[in-house]
């Protein structure tokens, strides 16, 4: 065997945790992220609840490539400021993660191209072992590093071997054969090498029975949201980080009599979405900023013409081709003003992979109801990121269409006219294929026949008969959610996936006695003015968080509700979300060294 | 019965191809018994893409270029519709150029009926990419789509018809929608429709147009000779037209859907009716 092994022979005690953070980092494609998902299937079995973050390049191969696992006795929603533990493939890896190694940290480093340069703390235990080399050697694969890096971590983080090999084992169960046989024989290598070079546990986490949460991604949530809310067309086209819809849905859909379409781009992914859900489908479509801007049309197609679609934004680093992979919050602007013209959308933002899932459910039902369209605003984080979250409550799903006429209630009608005026703006629809139910539907200006039209007193009817729908629908769009002590005079308001890094945020702001409150914003079109303004009132600055440079979420609050003067910017856009120690950070210079001190507007 | 729309009168001018287009289609459809409450029109945008007005059926308006990727998902989302995308040159080959090519590639069952007059009609006159050389000045050789429908492997219908022939349209637009019908796949029709006010070429091409299915040693199933015997009729400055070549393929519905599932349009997606199967989702991220 050619290990070398440079062991600091020091007696360590397994330190009790309820919470553990692992990275795993390497280049890109050399599989590091498969050591992460092994460890979350691990980490569930004994009870705990995990979340995972991946920073990767866009490209296959190359590139530093990380991933990071949190595994903790309560739900998590960030990655969480520090690690506990570090995997490293390569030198870059524990350039990148150890700055955030906590003290007495552990680096487990692949050795093969040399021993590690860096110089680390002096409580941080370092086993570094040529684990390639030895992979390559033993194994015929070097990829099989990563299973033997896993069974040295998990002793590390005091796992139990039957575990491990089950987890492993279960995982290439399918692919049986020699990968199975590979896996297998890389972990028995990896449990002898950590014995070998005395690897001790140096963590005890508690060990419960298996929990029932659901480990999802905010793309595979929305995914199953719609095939549960009743979706059964889907057109996309690929992009990251909404691909992963279309993966999701392609597989699936089929099952239930649907399809998912391929595109040849996002202008006819907006368009067929638009075409089945004239034939009298829930459609939607997924794509991320470029691919917004093409749509951008069809958005205002299917306002006009009054059909329902929804449409997902997952967001990225923009403008242009950006930083594809990277996370960032500035279509905010994009989805609430783009498109020629003046019409009626709405425009919804979860937080967490669990609205993921019912707010997709809403979208198509509220898209149906008030024959519009629907955007899902979400960022790469919550998109990309997995969390556990408890299993999907499938007795809380409705199916509500609206005004979707049957045959008989069309039967028994007079006339039927598509776009005929009514109290609530909303008109009857039939679908083709329905006898005497007939319609003209277009983007056109039409008369309530749907037939083209230009006269004046029509023009504003129709007008105000589409805004109405908005207006409407507002009272059943997703209310924001309230977190923190009501009398706190210093507040946050953001959205998506930054509440779990404000919850914790908040968490350290308490410890050094500032108190704090949250409004997490849920409908950013029409916004609830309402919940804004008691809010806004209620505290002497407000902390807008955001991953933009430009402040769209402050800039949309201000337009609408104004509170100029007590709102500041807390901003982000490196293609990073934000940490929790950040934000505390940011917040108490901002407030200087009296709580409520110097203000500044943003 | 509810009453529904007024059929529109065409907004076209005194003489415009395209009546005659709607002519044809109004008698193919009546002749094949297409039901009314079965049919769907999708218009494009320009002079041609009124025609949808002016037909009792279902009508749906798209965007500009974008008529073939809205009706390819509704032959998706309900392939018992019976579905027509009728527009402008300007409309499916340039700006939409690219959904005719992935139309081509896919194989839907739809009818696209083109109204080709070499120029933007409702824009006022520019030409388009099917314009001869000359036409306002343009120097850049037009666009030739029956060889382009043909060069693609996967078509399976490419004609061309002429405004001023009704016979042979009609008989055309029939076997464009027979094909539709029978979920054979695209059935492409290019129309040679003047546009009398601004490109009005009915004499020229009423003396350049030659029915290839009329020559018996044109055979319209063999893809390379059909290929040949127009552009060679092209390059002779004769304008091709008829059925210039029918083949078999698997219909873009056939290779998506699951074989016998209800058409999505017309399922029942209550929760309740699905809850087994929407439990074994879950069940996967367990
Ligand atoms: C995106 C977009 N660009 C431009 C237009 C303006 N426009 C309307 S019709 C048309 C061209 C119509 O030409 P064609 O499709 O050949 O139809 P015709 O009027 O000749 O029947 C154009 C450019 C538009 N409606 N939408
Ligand atoms: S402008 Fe040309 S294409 Fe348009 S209606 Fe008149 S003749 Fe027909
Ligand atoms: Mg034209």
């Known amino acids: ?602 | 019965m509810p009453e529904t729309f007024p059929v529109a009168t065409p907004i076209w001018c005194p003489g415009c191809g395209d009546f005659g287009v709607l002519a044809a289609l109004k008698k193919a459809l009546a002749e094949l018994r297409i039901p009314p409450k079965d049919t769907i029109i999708v218009g494009g945008i320009g002079c041609s893409g009124h025609i949808h007005n002016d037909i009792q059926v279902y009508g749906y308006h798209s965007l500009h270029g974008r008529l073939l990727t809205t009706a390819t998902a509704v032959k998706l989302a309900n392939p018992r519709l019976t579905v027509i995308a009728a527009g402008g040159d300007g409309d499916g080959y340039a700006i939409g150029g690219n959904h005719f090519l992935h139309a081509l590639r896919r194989n839907p069952s739809i009818v696209y009926l083109v109204m080709n007059n070499g120029t933007y009609g409702l824009t006022k006159g520019q030409p388009s990419p099917t314009a001869q050389i000359g036409f306002e000045g343009t120097k850049e050789i037009p666009f030739e789509p029956v060889l382009m429908a043909l060069s693609l492997r996967s078509s399976t219908f490419v004609a061309r018809g002429f405004s001023g022939n009704q016979t042979q349209l009609v008989r055309l637009i029939k076997e464009a929608i027979e094909h539709e019908s029978q979920g054979k796949g695209f059935a492409f029709l290019d129309v040679l429709s003047p546009c009398v006010t601004y490109n009005d070429t009915y004499a020229e091409w009423r003396k350049a147009v030659v029915d290839l299915n009329a020559d018996p040693d044109f055979d319209n199933t063999n893809r390379s000779k059909s290929f040949q015997h127009i552009l060679e009729t092209i390059v002779s400055g004769r304008i091709p037209t008829g059925l210039l070549y029918r083949g078999e393929g698997a219909s873009f519905e056939r290779n998506v859907l699951l074989p016998g599932s209800e058409p999505m349009a017309l399922q029942d997606i209550s929760p309740e009716k699905n809850l087994e199967s929407y439990k074994k989702l879950l069940r996967k991220f367990a």
Not at chain 1, 243 to 252: P, R
Request: proline letters at 5%.
């Open chain 1, 1 to 602: 065997m050619t290990t070398t092994l440079e062991r600091e022979t020091r007696p360590i005690q397994p330190k009790r945790v309820n919470e553990i953070r692992v990275m795993v980092g390497g280049q890109g494609g050399d599989g590091t992220l498969t050591v992460i998902s092994l460890l979350a299937r691990c980490l569930k079995l004994i009870g705990l609840h995990t979340y995972d973050a991946r920073n990767v390049l866009s490209r296959i191969r190359g590139g530093h490539a990380d991933g990071v696992l949190r595994g903790s006795v309560n739900r998590v929603l960030c990655s969480g400021d520090a690690l506990d533990a570090l995997v490293a493939f390569d030198e870059e890896a524990v350039e990148v993660g150890s700055p955030l190694l906590e003290a007495d940290g552990v680096v487990i480093f692949d050795s093969s191209r040399g021993p590690l340069k860096k110089q680390l703390p002096p409580r941080v235990q370092v086993y570094q072992s040529k684990l390639s080399d030895l992979a390559g050697t033993q194994l015929k694969k070097t990829l099989l590093k990563n299973t033997i890096s896993f069974a040295i971590l998990s002793r590390a983080l005091g796992l139990k071997q039957e575990l491990v090999e089950r987890v492993v084992k279960e995982r290439y169960q399918r692919k049986g054969g020699e990968v199975l046989e590979g896996n297998m024989a890389a972990l028995q290598i990896g449990f002898r090498l950590a014995d070998e070079i005395g690897v001790a546990a140096h963590y005890s986490m508690p060990e419960g029975a298996e929990n029932d949460s659901l480990q999802v991604v905010g793309d595979e949530a929305i995914g199953i949201g719609f095939i549960v809310g009743g979706g059964r067309f889907y057109a996309g086209y690929p992009i990251t980080p909404a691909s992963e819809v279309l993966d999701y849905l392609s597989v699936n859909l089929p099952k239930f009599g649907g399809a998912a379409v391929q595109a040849e781009d996002e202008i006819s992914a907006i368009n067929m979405a638009i075409g089945a859900a004239v034939a009298g489908v829930r459609s939607m479509t997924a794509t991320s900023g470029p691919g917004q801007d093409l749509m951008t049309e069809g958005l205002g197609q299917a306002a006009e013409a009054e059909i329902p679609v929804v449409i997902v934004d997952v967001q990225r680093s923009g403008p242009s081709t950006g930083m594809p992979t990277k996370h960032e919050q500035s279509d905010l602007n994009h989805v609430v003003f783009a498109g020629h013209g003046d019409f009626p959308r709405l425009v919804i933002a979860p937080a967490d992979v669990t609205d993921c899932f019912y707010l997709t459910v809403d979208a198509l039902n509220l898209a149906e109801k008030y024959q519009m369209p629907v955007f899902i605003l979400i960022d790469q984080a919550l998109a990309q990121n997995s969390q556990s979250v408890p299993p999907f409550d499938l007795s809380k799903v409705r199916v509500e269409r609206g005004k979707l006429l049957s045959q008989t209630e069309l039967d028994s009608l007079p006339v039927y006219k598509r776009y005929e005026f009514s109290s609530d703006g909303v008109s009857r629809r039939t679908i083709p294929g329905m006898s005497g139910g007939f319609s003209q539907i277009t983007g056109n200006e039409h008369n309530e026949w749907g037939m083209v039209s230009v006269n004046t007193e029509n023009r504003e009817k129709m007008m105000r008969k589409r805004m109405l729908k908005a207006e409407l629908a507002k009272t059943e769009m997703p209310r924001g959610r309230f977190y923190g002590s009501p009398d706190a005079k210093i507040g946050f308001v953001s959205f998506g996936s930054n509440v779990g890094p404000i919850l914790e945020a908040m968490d350290i702001l308490a410890t050094k006695n500032v108190p704090t409150k949250f409004l997490l914003v849920r409908s950013l079109h029409p916004l609830h003015e309402d919940e804004l303004v008691q809010f806004l009132d209620s505290v002497d600055t407000a902390f807008v968080v955001e991953c933009n440079l430009s402040g769209q979420l402050a800039g949309l609050i201000r337009r609408e509700v104004g509170f100029a003067n007590k709102i500041f910017g807390i901003n982000r856009f490196d293609g990073h979300s934000f940490r929790p120690s950040e934000i505390a950070q940011r917040v108490l210079e901002e407030l200087g060294p009296k709580t409520g001190g110097n203000s500044r507007n943003a």
